[in-house]
């Protein structure tokens, strides 16, 4: 595999030294993407492990019509803003607690299905994470780090 990265890096290092007049930036850059794209890959054939961190009980959701006869056959109602959106408390989905510092969703079994999914999403061909997941980005720093030192063990 290092050998196909360092062929990559080498191409598109070389074009975009040209069009960019930064080898060095381009070749980090080349590397960060393929790493990004092998440690999503990676997540998403293991299994994602949530960290529980809540910043995806922040995103608006839009619940499908299935969802809410679900979520209101719980017993909850007056949960819609407009009809339309999961309503939020302090910037929160009204349905999230934390506990010791952990979020934990009070509707976890009933969950409208965007917020079972999130963050793995369906692209056009393939399965993709949502760089708005915590985890995804502490592995985009990660494979920062490791981009910027294979590059700069390969050019030694």
Known sequence: ????????????????????????????????????????????????RCLRCGLCCKLKVVPSKEDIERIKNAGYKNFLINGKYIKK???????????????????????PGLCKRFPIKHSFFWKQMDVRCKRMYLMVVKCYIKAKSFFKKTIK
């Open 1 to 48: 595999m290092k050998q196909t990265l360092l062929i990559l890096l080498l191409f598109f290092g070389a074009l975009s030294e040209i069009i960019l007049g930064s080898f060095i930036f381009a070749g980090i850059f080349l590397v960060l993407i393929v790493l990004i794209f092998y440690e999503s890959h990676i997540i998403i054939k293991n299994g994602f």
């Open 89 to 111: 408390i302090n910037g929160n989905c009204m349905f999230i607690k934390f506990k010791k510092g952990k979020a934990i969703c009070r509707i976890n079994n009933i969950k």
